[in-house]
């Protein structure tokens, strides 16, 4: 029987989803026939690759979200080490978390982007980077974490600025429309989901909350967005060197004629995996239930590390 450790919390800011999703995918994957155990990482990287190995997967189910998770750090390690994981690797990974570097891989690729400035808080403070409306957020972290919309007469740009702590900004122009989004599983998408939110915009609350959100599949799109957003989405992920599973998020500016008010805002390398997630949703819509999907997730883990001959982590402790 295939062992696999499934890694959830972490550090990062999206500790609590990391856990949701990681409990969510460990009993899925008993439920398919895994052996499983979990992990929760901490601070002290000697007890984490101790704890990796005390558990003695065959497969590491990487379900941390954010920093140190999705960013190329456990990636690296679990390469070292010679386990396979699922999910992006280090560099696909690293890029991804990295809004700017994403960006420039996407252009360098033909795909549609908004234009952007990377910016530090004092600097927002001292003056707006785009005329309003516009979007700042982390260029580093994930789940709408720090992400802030500044509409017109808006005069939050100051107290945005005195509160920051995520590090450096990355400004857009803020593009009106819809909020739409793909998953991708390997080199196909599966749908075009529309999401609807009662809040100012798709945060951190709408994503996880009950209720936070409304998620429409198919998205009621035209053909011709619809078939430009699986087919945008598939090439991110090639030009990131994804593998797996990713997700990538869009805004449709609908009052422009067909496709051409589509925008690749970034891509999601650790997609959430909670009971409210867009990729389990888009997998049951194309008939393909949870534990099918945690289970294709294994079979498709690999590392990018050196081999370890015939002895693996199972044989080790």
């Known amino acids: 029987m295939t062992r696999v450790t ?5 550090l990062s800011n999206e500790r609590e989803v990391s856990l949701s999703s990681g409990r969510e995918i460990a009993q899925a994957l008993r439920e398919a026939g895994f052996e499983v155990t979990t992990f929760d990482p901490g601070p002290d990287l000697g007890a984490v ?23 190329g750090c456990i990636q690296g390690v679990l390469d070292w080490m010679g386990i396979p994981y699922t999910h992006s690797g280090l560099r ?17 690729a033909g795909l549609p982007v908004a234009p952007h400035r990377l910016l530090d808080a004092g600097e927002l403070a001292e003056a707006d ?22 509409r017109e007469r808006d005069n939050r740009r100051a107290e945005i600025a005195s509160g920051w702590r995520w590090g450096e900004i990355i400004a857009e122009p803020f593009i009106p429309g819809k909020e739409l989004t793909v998953a991708v599983m390997e080199d196909r998408a599966l749908a075009v989901t529309e999401i609807a939110t009662g809040h100012a915009f798709y945060d951190y609350d709408a994503k996880y909350a009950d209720g936070g959100s409304h998620h429409t599949i198919p998205a009621p799109v035209p053909d011709a967005v619809r078939d430009r957003a699986m087919q945008v989405a598939v090439a991110a992920h090639a030009a990131l060197g994804c593998r797996g599973i990713s997700r990538s998020d869009f805004r449709w500016d609908d009052s422009r004629p067909g496709a051409e008010g589509l925008v690749l805002l970034e891509v999601n390398t650790q997609p959430g995996m909670t009971p409210t997630s867009l990729v389990p949703e888009q ?27 015939a002895k693996g982590m199972r044989d080790a402790a």
């Open 92 to 108: 696909a990974s690293a890029v991804a978390m990295d809004k700017a570097a994403a960006k420039a891989a996407f252009a360098a």
């Open 6 to 10: 499934v890694l959830l919390g972490g």
């Open 129 to 150: 980077p785009f005329p309003l409306p516009y979007v700042v957020k982390p260029v580093r972290e994930g789940s709408s974490v720090g992400v802030h919309i500044l």
């Open 283 to 309: 997998a049951a819509y194309r008939g393909i239930p949870f534990p099918e999907l945690c289970a294709w997730m294994v079979r498709q883990a690999r590392h990018d590390g050196m081999q370890r001959g």
């Open 49 to 71: 690759v101790a704890g990796i190995t005390a558990s003695r997967p065959d497969v590491v189910f990487n379900a941390l979200h954010g920093r140190f998770g999705e960013d």
